[in-house]
Each structure stands twice: as structure tokens, then as C-alpha cells.
């Protein structure tokens, strides 16, 4: 068989977490063994790091490239982080594998081992997510919020310097790449909701590779699939944006798919949330309707 190019972008956890796909597919295919090629690739939201995501233009600033590379044939196959992913896939790729999902949650790390609620006034709390944003201005409105850039390292290096006083990470990150140690804090769900997909690697292939679509198929987890396509069904029913904080978490909980989301403005402002659930068959359809049960309870 023919070496597989796997895509990905080229950061430290963007790396484990290709190397978290070739182990599995190892455990299915050992003949694969040394015919597995990861093939880095920088994104523009990888090159300019000066300026915030929103200036930027949203998300497909860490996918663009890769998925133009899939197009082009330079590569066979590639790993995203699924929040990454705009909801709006191209012609041509489909993303048939969502490995089972790492935690969701997302956790404070601060300068001096500080909870939220032990923060004073004027804390500089430093984030590149308009959903954290509005987070913190709407519980702790005597922050400060500046922007924070860079990969896991880069963003926690800046807080043990002292440029920043706190930050948010994801839990999953932080665990893919040995970092749990360094979390204060870590918030429940029914406190804070995390971004859409939060925690979950998803792979994307062309369509008409029948044999990968093969060869990938065991790597799915029906249950994380699940509940990424209906948070994503909800992000698309809202024209969800990097300019809108967005937050969703589906699970699946005996027969049925549980959902709760959340919108509002980039100050906190207004922040309403909705919960809903359906058949797990029905992701995508329990997604939409959520949408439209929020935009019913605002009118």
C-alpha cells in the first residue's frame, strides 16, 4: 500500500494529536506501520499572530490551507481540531471520523494559583475567544480583557512572566500535551459552556476516496459524531461566526442526545441559552430546532 500523507498544523499539540490518529489506526492496520507520513502545514492564523482572530476573519484561518492541500492532492488526509472547522465544509472533502471526544470543560490557569473568585479587581485576564470574553465581562466585570495569542506554551509562558494575570484553556489541550498540573481552575459545564466542538479531533479525507473512507471507518466514535453534528447544526443555524459568541454541548445520555447552547453579545450582554434533546439519529435536526426554540423565546 501506499504511504498516506496525513495534514495537520504544525504546533506542538497540533502534532500529538495527529500522532493520536496514526496510534489508532496503527492498533487497526499494523501494516501501516512506517506508512504514515505527517505532513506539517502553516495556516495563516499560524503565521500572523499579532492581530486578533476577529480582525483576522474567522476560523478557517487554521483549515484553509490544509483543506486546500487536500484538494490539490498534497495530502491524503488531515487532523483538525473540530472548533477549528467551519461549519461550511468544501465541495469535494468530507469529515467521516470524530474520535472520541476529550473533556469539554475549559479551565482557568492564573499568575498566582488564584481562583476566579479570588481574583481582584483589575485582574488582566488575556483571551483570543469572543465566548471566554464574554464570559468573564459578564461574571467578573471588574476585569480587564486583552487580547492573548499563541499556541498552549506560548499563552501560559506569558502568564508566569507576569504580561497576563489569567487565562482560559481547554481541559483536553491542556491533557493532551501533559499540562494538568498547571490548571487552577477547572469550570463545570453548567457554569461555563464550551465552544463548539470543544475537546474533539475530527479527520477529513476527499469523498471519493472510497478505500480511506474504508480504512478510517473504525475510528469513529457514533456517540462524539453525534454530538459534534448536532453543536455544529446549531453554530450553522445561527450563521455562527468568530464575530458571535457561540457556545454548545451535546451528549448522549442512555437513548436520547441532551443539548444546551448558548448566544449573546461579545460584552456578555443578553446572554440566553437553550436546551433541548432528540434522537441521536437526529443530531443535526436537534441542533437546528434548538435554534429556532431560542429565536421563538426572544421574540
Given at each position: 500500500?501506499?504511504?498516506?500523507?496525513?495534514?495537520?498544523?504544525?504546533?506542538?499539540?497540533?502534532?500529538?494529536?495527529?500522532?493520536?490518529?496514526?496510534?489508532?489506526?496503527?492498533?487497526?492496520?499494523?501494516?501501516?506501520?512506517?506508512?504514515?507520513?505527517?505532513?506539517?502545514?502553516?495556516?495563516?492564523?499560524?503565521?500572523?499572530?499579532?492581530?486578533?482572530?476577529?480582525?483576522?476573519?474567522?476560523?478557517?484561518?487554521?483549515?484553509?490551507?490544509?483543506?486546500?492541500?487536500?484538494?490539490?492532492?498534497?495530502?491524503?488526509?488531515?487532523?483538525?481540531?473540530?472548533?477549528?472547522?467551519?461549519?461550511?465544509?468544501?465541495?469535494?472533502?468530507?469529515?467521516?471520523?470524530?474520535?472520541?471526544?476529550?473533556?469539554?470543560?475549559?479551565?482557568?490557569?492564573?499568575?498566582?494559583?488564584?481562583?476566579?473568585?479570588?481574583?481582584?479587581?483589575?485582574?488582566?485576564?488575556?483571551?483570543?475567544?469572543?465566548?471566554?470574553?464574554?464570559?468573564?465581562?459578564?461574571?467578573?466585570?471588574?476585569?480587564?480583557?486583552?487580547?492573548?495569542?499563541?499556541?498552549?506554551?506560548?499563552?501560559?509562558?506569558?502568564?508566569?512572566?507576569?504580561?497576563?494575570?489569567?487565562?482560559?484553556?481547554?481541559?483536553?489541550?491542556?491533557?493532551?500535551?501533559?499540562?494538568?498540573?498547571?490548571?487552577?481552575?477547572?469550570?463545570?459545564?453548567?457554569?461555563?459552556?464550551?465552544?463548539?466542538?470543544?475537546?474533539?479531533?475530527?479527520?477529513?479525507?476527499?469523498?471519493?476516496?472510497?478505500?480511506?473512507?474504508?480504512?478510517?471507518?473504525?475510528?469513529?466514535?457514533?456517540?462524539?459524531?453525534?454530538?459534534?453534528?448536532?453543536?455544529?447544526?446549531?453554530?450553522?443555524?445561527?450563521?455562527?461566526?468568530?464575530?458571535?459568541?457561540?457556545?454548545?454541548?451535546?451528549?448522549?445520555?442512555g437513548e436520547s442526545l441532551y443539548f444546551k447552547g448558548m448566544i449573546c453579545e461579545p460584552d456578555g450582554n443578553n446572554m440566553r441559552f437553550v436546551s433541548h434533546k432528540g434522537l441521536p439519529s437526529e443530531a443535526e435536526k436537534v441542533g437546528r430546532e434548538a435554534v429556532t426554540l431560542l429565536k421563538e423565546s426572544h421574540v
Amino acid at each position: 500500500m501506499k504511504c498516506i500523507r496525513i495534514g495537520t498544523r504544525g504546533s506542538p499539540l497540533a502534532l500529538i494529536q495527529t500522532q493520536e490518529v496514526m496510534d489508532k489506526l496503527l492498533t487497526f492496520y499494523p501494516f501501516l506501520k512506517g506508512k504514515l507520513e505527517v505532513v506539517p502545514i502553516k495556516t495563516t492564523g499560524d503565521v500572523i499572530v499579532d492581530r486578533s482572530l476577529i480582525d483576522l476573519g474567522g476560523k478557517s484561518l487554521f483549515t484553509k490551507e490544509i483543506e486546500q492541500a487536500l484538494l490539490n492532492r498534497n495530502i491524503d488526509m488531515a487532523v483538525h481540531s473540530m472548533k477549528d472547522v467551519t461549519v461550511e465544509i468544501p465541495k469535494g472533502l468530507i469529515i467521516p471520523v470524530i474520535l472520541e471526544r476529550e473533556d469539554p470543560r475549559d479551565a482557568l490557569i492564573s499568575r498566582d494559583n488564584l481562583r476566579f473568585d479570588e481574583l481582584p479587581k483589575g485582574t488582566l485576564f488575556g483571551t483570543s475567544s469572543l465566548r471566554r470574553q464574554a464570559y468573564v465581562l459578564q461574571r467578573f466585570p471588574h476585569f480587564q480583557v486583552t487580547s492573548l495569542r499563541g499556541n498552549v506554551s506560548t499563552r501560559i509562558a506569558k502568564i508566569e512572566a507576569g504580561k497576563i494575570d489569567a487565562a482560559l484553556f481547554a481541559v483536553a489541550g491542556l491533557k493532551r500535551q501533559g499540562l494538568l498540573e498547571k490548571i487552577t481552575q477547572i469550570l463545570p459545564l453548567k457554569e461555563c459552556l464550551p465552544a463548539v466542538a470543544q475537546g474533539a479531533l475530527g479527520v477529513q479525507c476527499r469523498k471519493e476516496d472510497h478505500d480511506l473512507l474504508e480504512i478510517l471507518h473504525p475510528l469513529n466514535h457514533p456517540p462524539s459524531f453525534q454530538a459534534i453534528s448536532c453543536e455544529r447544526a446549531f453554530m450553522k443555524a445561527l450563521h455562527g461566526s468568530c464575530r458571535t459568541p457561540i457556545a454548545a454541548h451535546a451528549i448522549l445520555k442512555g437513548e436520547s442526545l441532551y443539548f444546551k447552547g448558548m448566544i449573546c453579545e461579545p460584552d456578555g450582554n443578553n446572554m440566553r441559552f437553550v436546551s433541548h434533546k432528540g434522537l441521536p439519529s437526529e443530531a443535526e435536526k436537534v441542533g437546528r430546532e434548538a435554534v429556532t426554540l431560542l429565536k421563538e423565546s426572544h421574540v
